[in-house]
């Protein structure tokens, strides 16, 4: 059997922090000087050997060349947002039932309300969502989805901004982008509604693809992974290149682990901790861990909601220390400010010599 090889960037940082060898990762301010390079075989994906290699000793490993073209170049722009640093998507869920602000966005005026602010907090995308995934949530009729989403989609485009609609089914997605979406956030990769690859591809729209294991009803039930970030890693490739079969240009897909659907606390650790892994894929990475269980469950058992933001401001700084572009978050204000202090030092010029 083939052997599979991956490579995860390593010794990341600013200018200052990294070896003249180092790389730009995704185009952006941080740079790589090393990367750990990980092979399995597909008769035991479950055995992955793993080493730390400079740069410079990468030469003569198999597939190295492709994979650094794609850790290293830059992304393309999502709906006129560039990445040439992390960008943060505020969340709106128009639900009753959503896991950590559930009922607080189910009237169009407050969703509306709450999505200005955040957009004049610095948020450059609003991801707009009208039914719940979190674990056990029960699907809702695409007709309730759209009476949800249409009102706030629709006054939120109106006022300029950037919004994402954040939807499984096809007929919600093609609505959204008639009054003013730009965006198509698929927690189920496209592959949910049997019509969303040709309807996302129809409507010219860039796609988040997410990676989940199972469905909402059933993904928190005893998940398993052989490797989870280099699975996670196999699946997305899967999902980009059906896109690409599709007519969905890499230069029009952001990708997602999915953090919290399908994983275990320890799943969503080494998936944060190797996320720079998927900017192999050549795509922007988005990371959507705000609030979530995790956070919680590694916090002492704190509650969804706010006394949850300390945390979430630890994981989405972590993810952009990883090169992560977009950050999807409850809480624009605070992790704008995280990101700029984070930003003002590790991307600061090297001192000036004596």
């Not at 092979?39 to 994906?45: G, S």
């Not at 089914?169 to 927690?187: K, S, W």
């Not at 861990?289 to 994981?315: C, M, N, V, Y």
């Amino acid at each position: 059997m083939s052997e599979q090889v991956y490579f995860t960037p390593a010794w990341i940082g600013g200018p200052q922090a990294t070896p003249e060898s180092a790389l730009p990762l995704a185009g952006g301010g941080l740079r790589f000087g090393a990367c750990e390079v990980a092979r399995r075989d597909a008769a035991t994906p479950w055995q992955v050997r793993r080493e730390l290699l400079a740069i410079p000793d990468l030469v003569g490993v198999d597939g190295a060349r492709d994979w650094l073209r794609a850790l290293s170049g830059p992304r393309a722009e999502i709906a006129g947002l560039g990445f040439d640093r992390p960008r943060v998507m505020g969340v709106i869920n128009c639900t009753p039932d959503s896991f950590s602000d559930g009922g607080e966005r189910f009237d169009a005026d407050r969703a509306v309300a709450d999505g200005l602010a955040m957009w004049q907090a610095g948020a450059t995308i609003l991801d707009v969502g009208g039914e719940s995934t979190r674990p056990g949530a029960e699907p809702v009729a695409v007709e309730e989805e759209l009476r949800r989403i249409r009102p706030v989609v629709e006054r939120l485009a109106a006022a300029g901004c950037r919004v994402s609609i954040d939807t499984r089914n096809a007929p919600v997605m093609r609505a959204a982008v008639q009054l003013g979406a730009r965006i198509v956030n698929d927690v189920s990769g496209l592959t949910h509604d049997a019509d969303a690859m040709a309807t996302a591809a129809e409507l010219d729209v860039p796609v988040i693809l997410m990676h989940i294991q199972g469905t909402p009803q059933t993904m928190q039930k005893n998940p398993a992974y052989d490797d989870a970030a280099l699975d996670v890693y196999d699946e997305l490739k899967a999902r980009v290149d059906a896109c690409s079969g599709a007519g969905i240009g890499r230069d029009k897909i952001v990708v997602d682990p999915g953090i919290g659907f399908g994983k275990t606390v320890q799943h969503n650790l080494e998936l944060l901790n190797r996320v720079a892994l998927f900017q192999g894929l050549g795509c922007p990475v988005l990371l959507g861990i705000s609030r979530k269980s995790t956070i919680g469950k590694l916090a002492g058992g704190a509650p969804a909601g706010r006394d949850r933001l300390p945390g979430s401001l630890a994981a989405a700084v972590m993810g952009a220390s990883r090169g992560v572009q977009v950050i999807r978050v409850h809480d624009v204000a605070e992790t704008r400010q995280a990101l700029a202090v984070w930003q003002a030092g590790e991307l600061a010029e090297a001192p000036a010599g004596p």
